[in-house]
C-alpha cells in the first residue's frame, strides 16, 4: 500500500510542478485555414508543445513545434498547429517539460471553412476594445486608480466571439517601463496575469496593433530611443500572422476572416512628433501607406476593415484624430485615393480618444467611408468627447463610459449586413448601427 501512495505523491508532484510553471496563457492566436498559432508563457526556463487532433478523434494526432522558453525572450512560446484541415475543431492539449498541463478553460480552436466556390461566405462575429489599463499601486500615479470595471472582459468572453481585435493600448508602459527590457516585458507579463482577463485571452482567437502606450510614453513616436525593445516585446506577447509586411519593420499585418479583409496597421514606428513643424507630416510613412494602398485596390473582400490607433475620420482637430498635430493632408490623401479608385466598403477600426463613436462621410457619387471608434475597455474616460466638434459622428453614437463592441457579419452572398453593437462594462446595450455594403456596378 505505501508503495502505491509513494508512486500517487509522484504523479501529484509531476502535476503541481507542470500547472505552476504556467505564468499566462495558453492564449489561441491566429488562425486560418491550415494554421493556427497557441501562446503561452512559463515562470522558469522550461520546454513546452502542444498535442492536437480533431474533436472526438484522439486517434488522429499531431504535434505543434518544441519551444525552450527563456529570459531574453520573456519565457514566452508562440507554438504552431500546421497540420489543419479547414472547417475542423480541435482540442489540444499543452505539454510542459513532458507533462500534460491541467488546464482551467477548454482547449479548442475551429479553422476557417473553405467557402469560395462552395457556397455562401460564413457568418461571424468579432468584439473590439482599445485601453486595457491595469492598475500596480507601486508603479501608478498616486490618488485615484485609472484602471476599472474589470468585468468587462469576461462579459466579452460570455458573448463568445470569433476573435477579439485589440485596438491598441492593450498595456500602459509607465516610468519605470520603457527604457529597459526588464520594465517592458513586466508591464506584459504583470498584466496578463490578472483573473479577470483569463477566461477572455483562452477562448477566443486574438489580434492586436499596437499604439502608443504600448509602444513607449504617451504620445509615442518614431523618435522614442526604445522602440526597437518595445517592438519586440509586441511581437512576443501577441500571436498575429505577422510582423511587418515585406520590408516593413512594424507591427503592420493583414489577416482575413470569411469575406472580410483585415489591415492591421502601425501608427507609431513612422510617425512624426506631434509637436514637430514640417510639410506632408505622416502618420503610417510613405512605405506603409503604398502597401495599404496597393492591398485595398486589390482586396475582394465585402468590407474591408483598416484598423489603427486613433481616429481617421473625425474632423474635430482634437486628441488622437488624424486632423490634429498636421497630420490631415495624409489623411485627405487617403480618402482621395478610395475615392479615385472607387474602392467601396471600407471602414476604420479605431481607438485611443477614450470614448466611442462612429463616424460617416458620405459624398455624392462617391464611396462612403466609415470609422468605428471603440474606447476605452477599463482606462480612464473621456467625459468631454461629445463636445469635440467632430460634423462626420454619429450623435447618438456617442459613449462616454467603459465599453467594447461586437460586430457581427452575416446573410448570404447578395444580403450581407454588418451589425455593430455597443456593450458597456456590464454586457448592456447602449447603441447599435447596420451598415449594408455598397454593390460594385458590373
Known amino acids: 500500500m505505501r508503495k502505491y501512495v509513494t508512486i500517487l505523491m509522484v504523479l501529484l508532484s509531476f502535476s503541481v510542478f507542470s500547472q505552476s510553471l504556467i505564468q499566462n496563457g495558453p492564449m489561441p492566436g491566429y488562425i486560418d485555414m491550415k494554421a493556427a498559432v497557441v501562446w503561452v508563457q512559463t515562470n522558469k526556463p522550461a520546454e513546452v508543445y502542444i498535442k492536437y487532433f480533431p474533436k472526438d478523434e484522439q486517434e488522429n494526432i499531431h504535434y505543434s513545434n518544441i519551444v525552450t522558453t527563456g529570459y531574453e525572450t520573456a519565457l514566452t512560446a508562440h507554438l504552431t498547429a500546421d497540420t489543419l484541415e479547414p472547417g475542423t475543431t480541435y482540442n489540444y492539449e499543452l505539454f510542459i517539460n513532458g507533462k500534460k498541463t491541467d488546464l482551467t478553460y477548454p482547449a479548442t480552436f475551429t479553422t476557417q471553412k473553405i467557402w469560395k466556390w462552395r457556397g455562401d461566405a460564413p457568418d461571424f462575429k468579432?468584439?473590439?476594445?482599445?485601453?486595457?489599463?491595469?492598475?500596480?499601486?507601486?508603479?501608478?500615479?498616486?490618488?485615484?486608480?485609472?484602471?476599472?470595471?474589470?468585468?468587462?472582459?469576461?462579459?466579452?468572453?460570455?458573448?463568445h466571439p470569433d476573435f477579439f481585435l485589440w485596438l491598441g493600448d492593450n498595456i500602459y508602459l509607465r516610468e519605470p517601463d520603457w527604457n529597459t527590457r526588464a520594465g517592458i516585458f513586466h508591464r506584459y507579463s504583470h498584466d496578463r496575469a490578472i483573473p479577470e482577463l483569463q477566461k477572455l485571452l483562452a477562448t477566443t482567437h486574438h489580434y492586436a496593433i499596437l499604439d502608443d502606450h504600448d509602444f513607449g510614453p504617451n504620445d509615442s513616436d518614431k523618435s522614442f530611443w526604445n522602440k526597437n525593445e518595445t517592438l519586440n516585446a509586441f511581437k512576443l506577447f501577441?500571436?498575429?500572422?505577422?510582423?511587418?509586411?515585406?520590408?516593413?519593420?512594424?507591427?503592420?499585418?493583414?489577416?482575413?476572416?470569411?469575406?472580410?479583409?483585415?489591415?492591421?496597421?502601425?501608427?507609431?514606428?513612422?510617425?512624426?512628433?506631434?509637436?514637430?513643424?514640417?510639410?506632408?507630416?505622416?502618420?503610417?510613412?510613405?512605405?506603409?501607406?503604398?502597401w495599404l494602398f496597393n492591398n485595398l485596390a486589390n482586396s475582394y473582400g465585402t468590407f474591408k476593415f483598416v484598423v489603427m490607433g486613433g481616429q481617421f475620420l473625425s474632423n474635430s482637430g482634437k486628441y488622437e484624430s488624424y486632423t490634429n498635430y498636421g497630420f490631415e493632408k495624409e489623411r485627405q490623401r487617403i480618402i482621395d485615393y478610395i475615392y479615385e479608385q472607387g474602392i467601396k466598403n471600407v471602414i476604420f477600426l479605431t481607438g485611443d480618444v477614450h470614448f466611442s463613436e462612429i463616424s460617416v462621410l458620405k459624398s455624392d457619387g462617391k464611396p462612403t467611408i466609415w470609422d468605428i471608434t471603440s474606447s476605452p475597455l477599463n482606462s480612464g474616460v473621456n467625459t468631454n468627447g461629445d463636445k469635440q466638434p467632430n460634423t462626420l459622428r454619429i450623435p447618438e453614437s456617442v459613449i462616454m463610459e467603459h465599453n467594447f463592441t461586437m460586430l457581427e457579419m452575416t446573410g448570404n452572398r447578395n444580403e450581407r449586413t454588418l451589425k455593430v453593437v455597443y456593450y458597456n462594462a456590464n454586457g448592456d446595450k447602449l447603441y447599435e448601427q447596420t451598415i449594408k455594403p455598397e454593390k460594385y456596378k458590373h
Open 126 to 159: 468579432f468584439a473590439m476594445g482599445c485601453g486595457a489599463y491595469i492598475n500596480e499601486t507601486a508603479y501608478d500615479r498616486p490618488g485615484r486608480p485609472y484602471g476599472s470595471d474589470f468585468q468587462i472582459y469576461d462579459h466579452i468572453a460570455d458573448m
Open 238 to 290: 501577441w500571436a498575429n500572422p505577422s510582423f511587418g509586411v515585406g520590408d516593413l519593420k512594424s507591427a503592420t499585418t493583414f489577416f482575413s476572416w470569411s469575406d472580410c479583409d483585415f489591415f492591421l496597421l502601425d501608427n507609431r514606428s513612422f510617425r512624426d512628433p506631434n509637436k514637430r513643424i514640417k510639410e506632408n507630416k505622416t502618420e503610417l510613412g510613405e512605405e506603409q501607406l503604398q
